[in-house]
């Protein structure tokens, strides 16, 4: 859409008028922005922190994934290259999927996936605590309700904390659960998870906005890919996920991991579509712009 300035009458007043039948820059669709913080390496399952100044992700950069996190001092800054966190929660083995409680309320509740179980060696999801702001997350433990012998990856706590969305790999392929409880802090209190019996199969990693009625999803798309979906919650029912516009044509693996910033205005997701520094990259793109590709 372009804009014309007009001088109206003697004092010379200028007013702006839209044309929208002129072409311009502003009609180019929005594309992803690729993040700074990508490597050569797979950058992947990131997590935004609430106050937009903390970018959690996972790296393989060591042959094995680790937590990353890269810190900025306002909203409008690049992200510098990641950090590994110093903290209790990488191990030497694979440890990814980050959902973080709300910055500077104490303690803070970090909940992630890990292959720690070594015995078991499959993914289990865990929980550490940050006791103050100068603190590191201790060592994890994990969710005893929602650990089996199967993958559990994927974390989402809901916004008002009593939720915990998840991924688990069952027979059928990788599912959406949850698992609720009464109180809205701390690491315990959830209850058996149960099954989104709406999501078909192969359909997980969710990510809600914060009404809790907009479920963004990884899910299947041709050739053996990877795409992502959208889904509304309908009184008590999710309506059947649809792809989303962004979604890459190309890339081996596609368009995976989604994960909204807090207050539900930008999506985070990795693609290894081309553009990209390597292999699996981090992006964004404005949830206001998101359209279902029907």
């Not at 935004?48 to 890269?70: I, P, Q």
């Not at 709300?102 to 999801?125: M, S, W």
């Not at 949850?178 to 690491?187: C, D, H, I, K």
């Amino acid at each position: 859409m372009k804009s014309i300035l007009i001088a109206a009458g003697a004092g010379l007043a200028l007013l702006t008028v839209s044309l929208p039948g002129l072409p311009g820059a502003d009609d180019k669709p929005a594309e992803p922005v690729n993040l700074s913080v990508n490597t050569e390496a797979d950058e992947d399952d990131t997590c935004l922190s609430s106050s937009g100044f903390f970018l959690y992700y996972a790296s393989n950069a060591k042959g094995h994934f680790d937590h990353l996190v890269s810190y900025r001092p306002a909203a409008n800054r690049p992200w510098p290259r990641g950090r590994e966190v110093e903290d209790y929660v990488n191990t030497t083995v694979d440890d990814r999927g980050v959902s973080l409680t709300r910055d500077g309320v104490y303690p803070q509740f970090l909940f992630f996936a890990t292959k720690k179980d070594k015995e078991i060696n499959n993914y289990d999801i865990y929980v550490a605590v940050k006791q103050g702001p100068r603190a590191v997350f201790t060592a994890p433990t994990p969710v005893q309700p929602v650990c089996t012998e199967a993958d559990e990856m994927h974390p989402w706590l809901s916004a008002d904390g009593r939720r915990l969305y998840f991924s688990r790999k069952t027979k059928d392929g990788w599912r959406v659960f949850v698992t609720s409880r009464q109180a809205t802090t701390g690491a315990a209190g959830f209850g058996e998870p149960q099954l989104v019996a709406d999501l078909p199969a192969s359909f997980h990693h969710a990510t809600l906005s914060p009404d809790g009625k907009t479920m963004y999803l990884q899910g299947p798309v041709e050739n053996g890919r990877w795409g992502l979906f959208a889904s509304t919650l309908d009184g008590k029912q999710w309506s059947k996920p649809e792809p989303l516009s962004i979604n890459a044509a190309e890339g081996k693996v596609g368009d995976v991991s989604p994960n909204l910033s807090r207050d539900g205005s930008m999506l985070y997701f990795a693609s290894d579509r081309p553009g990209g520094k390597g292999k699996l990259d981090l992006y964004v793109f404005p949830t206001a712009k998101l359209k279902k590709d029907k």
